[in-house]
């Protein structure tokens, strides 16, 4: 039986100012039980511009959630116009720290390389990184889905430093899931999920790769919850459209209990 922690993260993207984040972590955290937080981190990820409120919030409340940012800069500070480095998000006491997600590499041209940098950046200062791989769907109808994202996987995270492997999460979201109402198989997320642990294994050792968790992201419901976390090699869940919901998050994170 696995030892890993399993980690729910919502990633809201670009919607909500900080007087909404605030609302929708309220309501949230009143469809919950205290038990439905035992034994997993629930990780919140606004905008940037809400960060410092919902930090508030959690404190405040104390709320058994953690802070999590969409994004970072690969360098320590200097001239980068509208950019965040890792230091800024540490001291705002934010845990983890998304690293490659699917619409950074295509709206941004993030490649691997530069995804690399961000997540040595974020382990540096002492976070925790989410690196996201995965394929479109010509990929995955050529067949080539797993060598796609193997490749994508081991040039986003080679010679990346950690002592503890819970610091390193690989989230795999295939690009043609994500917002499309389509979601991988169960079966299917489990396959990309296994191979990637044997990759980890090859860039690693396999104790590493027995540590380091995997989350699935693409269309994530409350319906598909108990499936895609019923599979040997996931860890979690990376959640995007149904996490602006409050009734859906909670009951994605309460899936345990109902």
Same mark, same amino acid.
């Given at each position: 039986?696995?030892?890993?922690?399993?980690?729910?993260?919502?990633?809201?993207?670009?919607?909500?100012?900080?007087?909404?984040?605030?609302?929708?972590?309220?309501?949230?955290?009143?469809?919950?039980?205290?038990?439905?937080?035992?034994?997993?981190?629930?990780?919140?990820?606004?905008? +940037? =511009?809400?960060?410092? @409120?919902?930090?508030? #919030?959690?404190?405040? %409340?104390?709320?058994?959630? &953690?802070? *999590?940012?969409?994004?970072?800069?690969?360098?320590?500070?200097?001239? +980068? =116009?509208?950019?965040? @480095?890792?230091?800024? #998000?540490?001291?705002? %006491?934010?845990?983890?720290? &998304?690293? *490659?997600?699917?619409?950074?590499?295509?709206?941004?041209?993030?490649?691997?390389?530069?995804?690399?940098?961000?997540?040595?950046?974020?382990?540096?200062?002492?976070?925790?990184?989410?690196?996201?791989?995965?394929?479109?769907?010509?990929?995955?109808?050529?067949?080539?889905?797993?060598?796609?994202?193997?490749?994508?996987?081991?040039?986003?995270?080679?010679?990346?430093?950690?002592?503890?492997?819970?610091?390193?999460?690989?989230?795999?979201?295939?690009?043609?899931?994500?917002?499309?109402?389509?979601?991988?198989?169960?079966?299917?997320?489990?396959?990309?999920?296994?191979?990637?642990?044997?990759?980890?294994?090859?860039?690693?050792?396999?104790?590493?790769?027995?540590?380091?968790?995997?989350?699935?992201?693409?269309?994530?419901?409350?319906?598909?919850?108990?499936?895609?976390?019923?599979?040997?090699?996931?860890?979690?869940?990376?959640?995007?459209?149904?996490?602006?919901?409050?009734?859906?998050?909670?009951?994605?994170?309460?899936?345990?209990?109902?």
């Amino acid at each position: 039986m696995s030892t890993r922690t399993p980690i729910i993260a919502a990633n809201w993207k670009m919607y909500k100012d900080h007087l909404e984040a605030i609302q929708l972590v309220q309501q949230f955290a009143y469809h919950l039980k205290e038990e439905d937080y035992d034994g997993q981190h629930i990780v919140i990820c606004p905008p +940037f =511009t809400a960060l410092r @409120s919902v930090q508030t #919030l959690i404190h405040a %409340d104390k709320l058994p959630m &953690l802070l *999590g940012a969409q994004n970072v800069h690969t360098d320590a500070s200097g001239a +980068f =116009t509208g950019e965040i @480095s890792a230091a800024m #998000l540490a001291r705002l %006491d934010t845990a983890y720290v &998304l690293v *490659g997600h699917s619409e950074r590499r295509m709206y941004n041209a993030e490649t691997d390389a530069v995804v690399n940098a961000k997540a040595r950046a974020v382990l540096a200062a002492g976070m925790h990184a989410i690196v996201c791989v995965g394929e479109m769907l010509d990929d995955r109808r050529a067949n080539n889905h797993i060598k796609v994202v193997l490749d994508q996987l081991h040039a986003s995270v080679a010679q990346l430093s950690f002592t503890d492997p819970e610091a390193l999460v690989i989230a795999y979201e295939p690009v043609w899931a994500i917002g499309s109402g389509e979601t991988a198989t169960s079966q299917d997320a489990q396959e990309m999920a296994s191979a990637i642990r044997s990759e980890l294994a090859q860039i690693f050792d396999q104790a590493a790769a027995d540590a380091i968790r995997i989350q699935y992201g693409g269309s994530v419901k409350p319906g598909n919850i108990r499936s895609i976390l019923a599979q040997d090699d996931i860890d979690g869940a990376l959640v995007g459209g149904a996490s602006l919901s409050a009734e859906d998050f909670a009951l994605i994170v309460a899936h345990r209990r109902l």
